[in-house]
């Protein structure tokens, strides 16, 4: 068998305006998919989603341009495009690319991705947090936040992560502020949920460890990138003041990237995406991680086929002892995240069931580039106030 082209669907659907959402200073106003198709001679395809935050005709570009050294070649025998973990075009669309050979490995062998990733016994369903909290203004109801962790308890969900609201300037946001509202959200939920916190970088190291004694005090699960990501000394001091887990690294794509963080104890959980760096990097910063003791939990904030190679990746994850493997599950995408998919795999009770499918076990709708035609602009808006 081999490789006869590659070939890039840009995809996209508008948010209604009550779906859209916000965090930080911008507003999101619609839902992108970049998917790379490998086809061979023999008719089978492989698909990958690349992380669309490369913007999808940037990545289309960068795998025109890759695709030159993989064209003829037996897909089970040629070695992906490594992501060089400083350009996000190049590093998603090598990730898309890595992706889909792996599903078509998978399909190939007649396995289960996962199963070609592990000596071990892959999961078979694996756990899913609701991610959320996108949709809170300072300005306006942050409450709602409370509202919408309960509505993950009723929908079955075990676990919900939310993020720290739009711009704190702009309300007079204080630490003291979020922690009352983080804390009514641990009141409302009364254990039925494990909780997380994203700080999507925006706090100062104070502010951070402030708000991860408290998070600790109340069990909250972990803090994610609470300061920039380049601070890895200011990581390192967090991790080891702070009694929860500090966790990061979802744009990070090279195991050379992690490696700092993992020698100085920076990371107590690392975030990579398959999205971002491809399955067979993915794979190779989990095993390193590892062996600091140090567990995976992947970033998955996009669409289904991107969600169910992140799925294969935790399925396959190395043990690391005491901690439960999961894995994201954006709320906020809208339709465009399943019925990209001719069908949606089984969620139920807070679990995805891989199929029984070989390769990542998913195919993708009839006609879906003309049911969800790109739309030129940017994923965020910047917002003035």
């Known amino acids: 068998m081999r490789i006869t082209d590659i070939r890039t669907l840009c995809l996209s659907r508008p948010h209604e305006p009550e779906r859209q959402w916000r ?32 913007t999808p005709p940037r990545i289309a570009a960068e795998v025109e341009r890759l695709k030159a050294d993989l064209v003829g070649c037996d897909p089970v025998d040629v070695a992906p495009p490594r992501p060089v973990g400083l350009n996000p075009p190049v590093d998603t669309a090598a990730a898309g690319i890595d992706s889909a050979l792996w599903d078509l490995r998978g399909k190939i062998a007649g396995k289960r991705t996962c199963e070609l990733l592990t000596d071990a016994t892959p999961l078979t369903r694996i756990r899913l947090y609701a991610s959320g909290g996108v949709d809170y203004d300072w300005e306006n109801n942050p409450e709602s936040v409370v509202d919408e962790a309960l509505t993950y308890v009723d929908a079955g969900y075990t676990a919900f992560k939310m993020r720290i609201g739009t711009h704190w300037a702009w309300a007079g946001v204080t630490v003291e502020r979020m922690l009352e509202l983080l804390e009514a959200v641990t009141d409302a939920v009364n254990g039925r949920m494990e909780l997380m916190l994203d700080g999507n970088q925006r706090l100062t190291e104070a502010e951070a460890l402030q708000i991860a004694h408290a998070l600790s005090e109340w069990g909250w699960n972990w803090f994610e990138e609470p300061i920039p990501q380049t601070d890895i000394h200011g990581y390192a001091r967090l991790n080891a003041a ?24 920076a990371y107590a959980i690392v975030q990579q995406d398959v999205g971002w760096c491809g399955l067979t990097e993915g794979m190779r910063i989990a095993r390193r991680a590892v062996e600091f003791g140090v567990p995976t939990c992947p970033h998955n904030w996009h669409n289904g086929l991107m969600a169910m190679a992140n799925a294969h990746l935790v399925a396959a994850l190395p043990d690391t002892v005491g901690h439960p493997r999961l894995l994201e599950l954006n709320m906020f995408q ?4 399943w019925d990209m998919l001719k069908h949606r795999p089984r969620i139920e009770a807070g679990y995805l069931y891989l199929p029984d499918a070989p390769g990542l076990g998913v195919e993708l709708a009839e006609d879906v580039a003309a ?6 602009g940017p994923w965020g808006i910047s917002i003035e106030r």
Do not use: M, N, W
């Open 23 to 54: 965090t930080a200073t911008f507003l999101v106003p619609k839902a992108d998919c970049t998917i790379v198709v490998i086809e061979t001679d023999e008719g089978v395809e492989g698909l990958g989603e690349a992380c669309s935050y490369g």
């Open 242 to 265: 702070a009694a929860i887990p500090i966790s990061g690294g979802e744009q990070y794509t090279t195991v050379e990237q992690f490696e700092p963080y993992l020698k100085d104890r």
């Open 334 to 337: 809208g339709p465009l995240q």
């Open 371 to 376: 049911h969800f035609p790109f739309v030129e």
